[in-house]
């Protein structure tokens, strides 16, 4: 029998897969998979609102920012 800490841990981590799986594949859906870093002066006003939703899911899940930079799925282009 699973105990109640077994249950919490694995609806935690169906939460965070589908979570996401729903920044990758539905906010983040416009990006190619190359990795390439977003430049924001190209985004379309609904790709900045998805580029703003997933940053607030990351600082929800992620809650120390020094990892939260370091683990995040969105990469910008640096201003020169």
């Keep these: 029998m699973l105990t109640t ?5 694995a ?9 996401y799986t729903h920044m990758t594949d539905n906010l983040l859906g416009f990006l190619d998979d190359n ?4 430049d ?7 790709e900045l609102d998805n ?3 997933v ?7 992620i809650l120390d920012s ?5 683990l995040s799925i ?3 282009k640096r201003r020169m």
């Design 5 to 9: 800490q077994q249950l919490y841990e």
């Design 11 to 19: 609806n935690i981590k169906r939460a965070l897969s589908e979570i």
């Design 35 to 38: 990795g390439t870093a977003l």
């Design 40 to 46: 924001l002066n190209n985004c379309s006003d609904d």
């Design 51 to 53: 580029i703003k939703a």
């Design 55 to 61: 940053q607030a899911l990351e600082q929800e899940w």
């Design 66 to 70: 020094d990892q939260r930079e370091q």
């Design 74 to 76: 969105l990469s910008f």
